[in-house]
């Protein structure tokens, strides 16, 4: 059995990592495309002039992004799942109930990148962005700083991290049998993960959606603040720091 263990962890580790290498390899393309990225988001020509197709490829664009941010750090409870079902279920592999959970945590996220696409659909049409996709505006700017750097020391910030924090907790309160099962446990994964960190995905607004060393950085803090354990603490540290940079913007 432990052999069992090991092997199912290592094929659910690796492809955790095949798939997050193809996301990050999906945005360096898309970043190096970035003439026809920018005709995508609108930069060069009026919302009249969008085709049904472009909205799709921005809604890709964010659902891509968002694959490559947040599967690293939801790691730890994948591997969990994994172990878990190969302990229930010995006879069988875990592979397919443990893809259905992890369909379930991406579903909440891929919905999340469809308002973020609607988003930045409607700050082009207000002429706050720019061709690479930033902020032209200090007051927008500062206030999704703020507010990223304020909901950092929330009672709701913390109540959801502390879920993505501890993946056997969380099992705990939520397991369920059978595929419907793992779906839902899946999407309440990505919902408390949504929780943790929507606002610091609205902070690709700010330097650049395709800024990829910005998109890196903020992948990082998310692992960082879920994995690490003075976690909690680096977070309402860089919640400070952002909040001063939005002042600073704003002032």
């Known amino acids: 059995m432990e052999r069992l263990f090991q092997r199912d962890r290592a094929l659910a580790a690796t492809a955790l990592f095949a798939v997050t290498a193809l996301a990050w390899a999906s945005l360096f393309r898309m970043q190096s495309d970035m003439g026809s990225m920018r005709g995508t988001?609108?930069?060069?020509?009026?919302m009249q002039a969008w085709s049904p197709v472009e909205p799709l490829l921005l809604f890709l664009m964010w659902a891509t992004m968002m694959v490559a941010m947040m599967l690293p750090s939801a790691a730890?409870?994948?591997?969990?799942?994994?172990?878990?079902?190969?302990?229930?279920?010995?006879?069988?592999?875990?592979?397919?109930?443990?893809?259905?959970?992890?369909?379930?945590?991406?579903?909440?996220?891929?919905?999340?990148?469809?308002?973020a696409a609607m988003s930045q659909w409607g700050l082009h049409q207000a002429s706050l962005?720019?061709?690479?996709?930033?902020?032209?505006?200090?007051?927008?700017?500062?206030?999704?700083?703020?507010?990223a750097g304020i909901y950092q020391w929330l009672p709701l910030k913390s109540a959801c991290l502390g879920h993505c924090r501890s993946p056997l907790g969380f099992l705990g309160r939520h397991w369920r049998e059978g595929t419907v099962g793992a779906l839902q446990m899946g999407a309440t994964h990505g919902l408390y993960c949504l929780g943790c960190c929507w606002a610091l995905m609205t902070l690709l607004f700010v330097a650049g959606v395709m800024n990829l060393l910005w998109v890196a950085a903020i992948a990082a803090l998310v692992l960082v603040e879920k994995v690490a354990a003075v976690g909690p603490w680096l977070g309402r540290v860089a919640g400070l720091m952002l909040g001063g940079w939005g002042l600073w913007m704003l002032r």
């Open 41 to 46: 988001a609108m930069s060069m020509s009026g």
């Open 129 to 147: 962005l720019s061709p690479a996709m930033a902020s032209t505006s200090p007051v927008l700017g500062g206030i999704l700083l703020l507010v």
């Open 76 to 115: 730890p409870t994948i591997l969990l799942v994994a172990t878990v079902l190969r302990r229930r279920r010995e006879h069988a592999s875990p592979a397919a109930p443990t893809s259905v959970f992890v369909s379930g945590y991406l579903l909440v996220w891929i919905g999340f990148s469809g308002a």
